[in-house]
């Protein structure tokens, strides 16, 4: 370790590996916990086209070249925070636009379970306070032959997680040091369960609970909203809902506009 970066734990891979195959028996999980790499979406993609089962995780102490929505680029400090990428293997035939909601959801009810009181805000941020900061992102990517979702998710955990980004928080700074290794376990725990019952489902949210659940921890919800769409344009009015494909749905003078991608910046409440 350099001697310029704060001391912390590593993370535990054989006490997280326990646990899974005791919270979470149904998955066969295949967990691995790297120091350094560049992309652990990068590198779980290389090991899902070598055909590695769903449930295999990567988790790195530290990334040099992550990756975020729309394409931004991020750098993460060693023992700074949970960056960990999931290979997911759903059927082609269900509704893949869920993913990352479901993915949200999860995290927020582990980070819940942790004494965090944490939000959603759409589509898939997990936020505290108000005004609301960033706490942790979340990133999914198709991967093919055989199929697969490669879910990223990072989680800031202690200060040196928030350098450069003056709309980040970190778990430490809500309610004190944490144990990552349990913290990633209950995350996996919940992705586990939500995965399941959207499985079961045959992918749809509504029937699972999912859309539901999604919407109680929606922050985005009931304000009035910019949405910055990836063409350039923006739209703005009042957040109405989220469909039933995990859409946002945003009345832009009378006109009900449904919103597949774009960022969001809540502007008054309704």
């Known amino acids: 370790m350099d ?52 449930g295999t995780v990567l988790i790195a102490e530290e990334q040099t070249a992550g990756r975020g929505r729309l394409g931004r680029a991020w750098q993460s400090h060693p023992g700074s925070g949970i960056w960990m990428s999931v290979l ?27 004494g965090v009181a944490a939000d959603l805000k759409w589509p898939n941020d997990v936020v505290v306070g108000e005004p609301y900061a960033k706490l942790a992102g979340i990133l999914l990517e198709r991967v093919s032959a055989p199929v697969g979702a490669i879910v990223g998710i990072g989680i800031n955990v202690s200060e040196a997680a928030t350098h450069g980004f003056a709309e980040a928080t970190c778990v430490e700074r809500v309610v004190g040091p944490i144990d990552r290794t349990a913290l990633i376990a209950e995350v996996l725990r919940s992705l586990a369960i939500e995965f399941d019952a959207w499985s079961t489902a045959d992918g749809n ?17 009931s304000w009035d909203v910019r949405v910055s769409l990836p063409d350039g344009t923006d739209l703005i009015g009042p957040a109405m809902g989220i469909d039933s494909d995990g859409h946002l749905l945003v009345d832009v003078a009378g006109d009900l506009r449904v919103i597949a991608a774009g960022d969001v910046t809540r502007l008054r409440p309704l």
């Open 3 to 54: 001697s310029n970066q704060a001391p912390y734990v590593p993370l535990d891979v054989q006490r997280l590996t326990d646990a899974m195959r005791t919270s979470s028996p149904s998955v066969d999980w295949s967990i691995r916990v790297v120091d350094s790499t560049g992309s652990t979406n990068a590198d779980l993609a290389a090991l899902a086209a070598t055909g590695a089962s769903s």
């Open 88 to 114: 997911l293997r759903p059927a082609e035939s269900l509704s893949w636009s869920w993913l990352p909601l479901l993915t949200g959801v999860a995290t927020v009810t582990a980070l819940r379970s942790a």
């Open 205 to 221: 949210a509504e029937a699972s609970g999912l859309a539901d659940r999604y919407r109680q921890l929606c922050r985005t919800l």
